[in-house]
Each structure stands twice: as structure tokens, then as C-alpha cells.
């Protein structure tokens, strides 16, 4: 059981021990509670009248007030009699006012005894226990970082009952190091993670309210799609052919280094962010791990061997065992003697992916139409689909390649740069 489950489950057991125990004051409670709030709504008299005294009683007051008068009219026990309080004493502020206000209550209300607080760091830690891919893991970390940096909430539980509000911080927010706002295809990300926090998770919310993220997410595939379509005709987001990007970044970097091992790596075999982590073993046996990607060292003169079996299709068309070619083979065994790597190393030093990487190296070379590494993708696709000579059978061949289909491979082609 993980975490997120065992402790809803002692939650449950918790409520129902604490009901069982003690139902007569719960709906002794509730009872008081639902008498508050229709004296607060004006549904009953402040002051019970008592019948006319005999006179050969003993002398007691006439008038008495009853219990439900005697309640602190400014400090009601009911959360939901905060609007209603605040119009008995006079409040001016406008219904938009008293909405924000509710809203900061909320995110600083201290949640029950064991009751699970969704913030930043408890998300981040249940996703990383999650058995899903570690392609999938990344791309949820990410889209969960930028949620919280764009909302600065605390509780996803409580932030996700003011859909409005999640979605102007997210249409509205910027980058996390600067650079403006969001990209369609980021906000997109984010819009995702929160679709699939709220299935994974089991947090609670609305129909109404999840029907306004959906409709988010809806609409920025459309969005991505249509701004897809617009750019392969664009002579802004134009591409160099991959032949003649690898001889810029090999004279800019060198043959020796880890931007040249990169673009070399995604010109053999070219794949989505699926390079880094990745472990070097010695043989196909030393593979242990059945949702991690391995490089193949083998010890004989045999050529490196890419086992990719965590990628996003990876469902679909199982796991890719590629044999590199000869060039790919020597400089991935000098990179690994350069870097004095051994078994069990990772071949880069990232668990988050090389697309930050791949960005600054473009950057660098000057290019400011694309991004990471998908201008490679773009780059390759755009040089082999353009090209007169590129049968069918071809195409098919390198969509089966690339582990996407035909059809999906047509949103990478771009114009291509003499």
C-alpha cells in the first residue's frame, strides 16, 4: 500500500472510531449548528416569550431568553455563517471582497488531525513513489513545480476549489527563472498535471470544478495543435538540416564533447527526452530495473547497444534495443574513459532529462527558434521528409524509428534552412 492510500485509510478508520464513540454529542452538534444558522438567516425569533405567571407562583421573570439568543451573534460556530455574520455586523465589503477574504482563510486553515496537506514537497514525494515511468514521473515533477510556483498554494485540496482563480495565476503567471510567460505547449503541461493529480490522487472536487480543468487542458491541445500546423509553414521557426547543425555544434564544441556525444546520440536514434538517466551496464544481463533505460558497454570490441524500455510509447511499441553505429560506438567509449565512468554510472549526470541542456547549447550556437530537443527531432524529420527522394516506405520506416506514427510524425517537419 502506498503512502497516499495508507493514510486515507487511517483517516477513515480514525472518523469512524471518533463517530462511533461519540454520536450523541455529533448530532447533538450538528443539531445546535443548524439552529445557528437559521437564526443567523433570520429564520426564527431571537427571544422566546414565556407563558404569563400565576399569581400564586413564586415570582420569576416574565421574559427569558432562549439559548439560541444567547449565542455571540459576531463569533458563529458555522464556517459557512462567515457571509452571513459579517452582513449582521455591518460589512461592507462587496461580494468579490468577501470571496477573496474566504479564500485567505481557507489557505491558512490548519487542516484536521492526520488529514493529509497537499503542498508542494508531500506531491512531489508521492509522485516520485509512484510505479509509473520515469518519463512520466518527470513530466508530472515539472508541470507539479510550475503549478505551485504560478498559485503559491498550500493546499491543492483547498486551491482547487477556486478553479477560476488557479486558471487566471496559470494564464497569467511567468517562468520560474524569468523569461516571460508560459508557452501554450507549458501551460498546456500544466493544465495536465492538475487533471492528473486530481484522478491519482483521489483529491476531492466538484464535477463542476474538475469540468473547468478539463476544459483547460481541452483547449490548449487544441491550441498546441493549431500552433503546430502554423509553424511548419513559418520561414521564424525554420530548421537547419540535421547534417549541417551537428557541424556547428561539433565546431563550436568540439568532437570531445558531451553537446557533440548528444546530437550524435539523437542523430542514431532519435527519440524524445529519453537519454538521461540513463545506467551503463556491461551486459544485457546486468539489467535489473524493467522501467529504466541502460546504455550496453559491451566488453569485447561488439558496439554499444541503446535499451530504451521508459518512454512515452513505450506501452504501444514495447522496448527499443538499438545497436549504435560504429562513429556513435567510439565516442560514447571515449566519453565514458574521459569521464572515468564505470558500471552502474549514470551516462549524464542529470535525472531530470537533457532538454535544459540541449536549450542553452542552441542558445549558444544562436539559434532562437526552437527550443530543446525538439529542434533536433524537427531537424532530422525536416531534412529526411523534405527530401524528394524519401519514399514512403522510407517515412514509415523512420516513424517506426522514432516510435510515433506516421501521421504524428508530420508535426515535427519545418521549413529547412539552406
Do not use: W
Not at 413564586?58 to 421574559?63: A, E, F, G, H, V
Not at 500552433?227 to 555544434?249: D, F, G, L, N, W
Not at 504501444?316 to 538499438?322: A, F, N, P
Request: overall charge positive.
Amino acid at each position: 500500500m502506498g503512502e497516499l492510500e495508507r493514510i486515507k485509510e487511517l483517516n477513515r478508520l480514525r472518523q469512524e472510531r471518533y463517530y462511533a464513540k461519540n454520536k450523541a454529542k455529533v448530532c447533538e452538534k450538528k443539531k445546535k449548528d443548524r439552529a445557528e444558522l437559521k437564526r443567523l438567516r433570520g429564520d426564527e425569533p431571537d427571544i422566546a416569550v414565556t407563558p404569563v405567571e400565576t399569581v400564586n407562583q413564586s415570582p420569576r421573570p416574565t421574559l427569558q431568553t432562549s439559548r439560541v439568543a444567547s449565542v455571540n451573534v459576531s463569533k458563529p460556530t458555522l464556517q459557512t455563517s462567515r457571509v452571513a455574520s459579517m452582513h449582521i455586523l455591518g460589512n461592507t465589503h462587496t461580494p468579490h471582497e468577501q470571496q477573496e477574504q474566504q479564500e485567505q482563510q481557507e489557505q491558512h486553515e490548519q487542516p484536521h488531525r492526520g488529514e493529509l496537506v497537499y503542498n508542494e514537497e508531500t506531491v512531489l514525494r508521492i509522485l516520485n513513489e509512484l510505479d509509473i515511468s520515469p518519463a512520466t514521473k518527470s513530466t508530472y515533477q515539472v508541470g507539479t513545480k510550475a503549478l505551485f510556483h504560478v498559485s503559491k498554494c498550500n493546499n491543492l485540496k483547498l486551491c482547487f476549489k477556486h478553479p477560476k482563480k488557479m486558471i487566471k495565476q496559470i494564464e497569467d503567471g511567468e517562468k520560474m527563472r524569468g523569461g516571460g510567460k508560459y508557452s501554450i505547449n507549458s501551460k498546456k503541461g500544466i493544465y495536465q498535471t492538475i487533471v492528473y493529480l486530481i484522478d491519482k490522487f483521489n483529491i476531492p472536487i466538484s464535477v463542476a470544478d474538475k469540468k473547468k480543468f478539463q476544459n483547460a487542458f481541452d483547449s490548449y491541445k487544441i491550441k498546441s495543435t493549431e500552433q503546430t500546423e502554423e509553424r511548419a509553414s513559418s520561414e521564424e521557426y525554420a530548421v537547419m538540416p540535421i547534417k549541417k547543425y551537428m557541424e556547428k555544434v561539433k565546431e563550436k564544441f568540439g568532437t570531445d564533447s558531451k553537446e557533440f556525444l548528444v546530437v550524435s546520440l539523437y542523430n542514431d536514434l532519435t527519440v524524445r527526452d529519453d537519454y538521461s538517466p540513463m545506467t551503463i551496464v556491461t551486459s544485457k544481463q546486468e539489467i535489473n530495473n524493467t522501467t529504466e533505460n541502460y546504455l550496453i558497454v559491451p566488453k569485447t570490441r561488439l558496439n554499444c547497444v541503446l535499451f530504451i524500455q521508459s518512454y512515452k510509447t513505450d506501452k504501444k511499441y514495447g522496448t527499443i534495443e538499438h545497436k549504435t553505429s560504429a562513429g556513435l560506438n567510439k565516442l560514447l567509449r571515449e566519453y565514458i574513459q574521459t569521464k572515468e565512468l564505470s558500471d552502474g554510472d549514470y551516462l549524464f549526470n542529470s535525472k531530470n532529462g537533457l532538454s535544459d541542456f540541449v536549450s542553452k547549447m542552441n542558445k549558444t550556437l544562436g539559434i532562437t527558434n526552437g527550443g530543446g530537443i525538439n529542434y533536433i527531432r524537427e531537424s532530422k524529420i525536416s531534412q529526411e521528409l523534405n527530401s524528394k527522394a524519401y519514399s514512403t516506405e522510407k517515412r514509415v520506416e523512420l516513424a517506426r524509428s522514432m516510435k510515433h506514427s506516421p501521421v504524428a510524425q508530420l508535426k515535427y517537419v519545418r521549413l529547412v534552412k539552406a
